[in-house]
């Protein structure tokens, strides 16, 4: 198992630049401000129009090849890693890069889309249908992607983020497209669904496939309830004995956080330790 180091005073240190430094740098106008790009696409995959919102470096050119991140779920989430990976690129930590948001429309087709097929959509519907995960993926694949890098510098590094049930996608995809993205950042993943299933489904996989090469950060909030937490460590468990040796993987108990916070303070500390050394 191949595990990178990282000390605790690095991401106090992140996280403290972050808080100190974000209003300065955001409202510092002495450079081209970063853009925001909006698109709507007619689904073929999902039957159904759907909206993207793209960010480019301030200081984007055709000249050069940005890395993508790729967000998943609400708007706010896209925001904040906009901003953290603006502040980070601009201290010098990471290189510039372009990030995707990819929103849901409501609660029903967030259900739908990032529930793997073998969980129900709704836990509280006796009927519930199962997840429609692998469409989505089919969606990110062929139509986002495709979109991002056809109207876009970019170069072939991509990484996902999600947050809760958005985070549960993150790790599904890697159990199923290993090779669509490079980087896989899940904050308070959504693992614990139906009596941790996913935890199983990932034990199996961690041991059928030796050579899997990928980067993967999770986070969790200390104050978070306890089947959360519980998931969650069960996965690192996991991931301490069966990880594959190029599997680079780093988990992340952020102090004090809840469920509605460990994503906004956790984001930027996954996006710095995987491009730290790429800039």
Not at 73 to 81: E, M, P
Not at 153 to 177: A, D
Request: hydrophobic residues 35%; proline residues 5%.
């Amino acid at each position: 198992m191949k595990k990178r180091t990282i000390y605790t005073i690095l991401i106090a240190c992140i996280a403290s630049l972050m808080s100190a430094f974000a209003t300065f740098i955001i409202l510092d106008t002495s450079e081209t401000p970063s853009t925001y790009d909006t698109y709507e696409i007619e689904s073929i995959v999902l039957q159904e129009k759907r909206e993207l919102i793209v960010k480019k470096p301030r200081n984007y050119t055709n000249k050069k090849q940005y890395p993508v991140v790729y967000v998943l779920g609400g708007n706010s989430l896209t925001y904040t890693i906009a901003a953290d990976t603006d502040l980070l690129s601009r201290v010098g930590n990471i290189p510039e890069v372009i990030v995707v948001g990819i929103p849901s429309i409501d609660q029903k087709t967030r259900q739908r889309d990032l529930t793997p097929p073998y969980l129900k959509q709704d836990l509280d519907e006796t009927n519930s249908p199962t997840g429609k995960a692998d469409s989505f993926l089919e969606y990110l694949e062929r139509e986002v992607i495709s979109l991002v890098e056809k109207n876009y510098s970019t170069n072939n590094q991509r990484t996902i983020v999600g947050h809760s049930r958005e985070g549960l996608l993150v790790l599904y995809s890697l159990t199923v497209k290993p090779n669509l993205f490079n980087t896989r950042i899940a904050l308070s993943p959504a693992l614990w669904r139906e009596e941790n299933t996913f935890v199983r489904k990932f034990d199996d996989f961690l041991k059928d496939n030796p050579t899997l090469s990928s980067n993967l950060f999770m986070s969790m909030g200390e104050n978070e309830v306890d089947k959360m937490k519980t998931a969650f460590d069960l996965s690192i468990n996991l991931l301490e004995k069966k990880a594959p040796d190029n599997l680079i993987w780093k988990s992340y108990y952020m102090p004090k956080a809840t469920h509605q916070t460990n994503h906004y303070l956790t984001a930027g500390i996954g996006v710095n330790y995987f491009f730290h050394d790429t800039k």
